[in-house]
């Protein structure tokens, strides 16, 4: 395994990380199976491990919480994240300084821990202000309860937004973003996300890796029953063209040629980009850590990536 800094802090995660979505509480929902695909991460090199309190309404939080309990505190760097509602209440959702502050200690209840290394702004919320936004996560820090705050999904004006503020008032400013990045969907990261954070020190851990598994192969013959990408319509319907699904059969001599599965290629060219600091990769079993974690200290040649943007996008 091999270790980024988050943007220009001083915080390193592994480039590899696991996080919970749409896996805990939702299709894995035995604790021993959780225990064994958290702990194989950890013996692999992964301290980054990713949370929202949304995934399976906290109940992921919960599962790798438990598993994460095990495991040396300081070894480790747990997020999570608040917007979405967690209940019918009014108040019980967004980034308003009362949700915010409320949502951070149910957070570390589900998952025992005194405090989390990383707090994520899920969405931008446009019905609050960004000063109370911002001193709200500023508040979450000076308690103790996170160390590092960041954004998730954030256009890039709104995170330059904060920034300038947190910066302007002597208040701690996000310092990462987490946006969706992969092989099929990069346009809105490298044309909007990169070129501000980059030059801004903000770093990226990205989400959706792996295109919901499509840059697995796991698609090329056809629609494996109970795989994700069939089980979700709008998805599937953006994913599943026969477009995509040849660009990923185009990749596999490729990968074969330096020795390499299709997701490991894939998490490799994400991290070719020096500004992202992870890759959230999902797991099911602990087998699938084993091969992803191989990602991490892979270069890809100036070739190669020559080879593989002729097939992501012909000239």
């Known amino acids: 395994m091999e270790y980024r ?3 220009k802090s001083g915080l390193k995660v592994s480039e590899v990380s696991l996080g919970g979505w749409e896996t805990y509480g939702v299709n894995v929902n035995e604790a021993q199976t959780v225990r064994g695909i ?4 950890y013996d692999e090199g992964v301290n980054y491990f990713d949370q929202a309190d949304i995934y399976a309404r906290g109940q992921s939080e919960e599962m790798m919480g438990a598993a994460l309990n095990e495991l040396p505190r300081a070894n480790l760097v747990i997020a999570s994240k608040v917007y979405w ?3 019918d209440h009014v108040n019980d959702r967004g980034l308003s300084r009362k949700h915010v502050l409320e949502s951070i200690r ?3 209840k589900r998952m025992g821990t005194d405090y989390l290394d990383l707090y994520f702004a899920h969405r931008y919320d446009p019905e609050v202000p960004m000063e109370e936004i ?8 000076r308690n103790g309860q996170a160390l590092y705050w960041g954004t998730s999904m954030w256009p890039a004006a709104r995170i330059a937004q904060a920034v300038e503020f947190a910066r302007a008032h002597g208040l701690h400013a996000p310092v990462v973003e987490q946006p969706e990045y992969n092989m099929i969907r990069r346009e809105r990261v490298e044309g909007e996300i990169l070129p501000y954070t980059e030059s801004a020190g903000v770093g990226l851990v990205v989400w959706s890796p792996l295109a919901m598994g ?21 998805w599937g319907k953006n994913f599943l063209t026969e477009e995509n699904l040849q660009k990923v059969r185009d990749l596999r001599p490729i990968a074969d040629d330096l020795g390499l599965t299709r997701a490991q290629l894939a998490l490799a060219w994400l991290l070719r980009q020096k500004g992202v600091s992870s890759v959230i990769t999902g797991a099911t079993k602990a087998g ?3 091969d992803t974690v191989k990602a991490a ?3 890809l040649s100036e070739e190669v990536l020559s080879r593989i943007e002729d097939i992501l996008s012909p000239r």
């Open 5 to 7: 800094n988050v943007g």
């Open 38 to 41: 958290v702990h194989k991460a």
């Open 85 to 87: 509602p967690m209940s």
């Open 106 to 108: 149910g957070t570390l």
């Open 134 to 141: 911002v001193m709200a996560f500023d508040q979450v820090i």
């Open 214 to 234: 499509l840059l697995t192969g796991k698609y090329d013959d056809g629609k494996p029953a109970g795989a994700r990408l069939t089980e979700k319509e709008n």
């Open 288 to 290: 699938q850590i084993e």
């Open 297 to 299: 200290g892979v270069r």
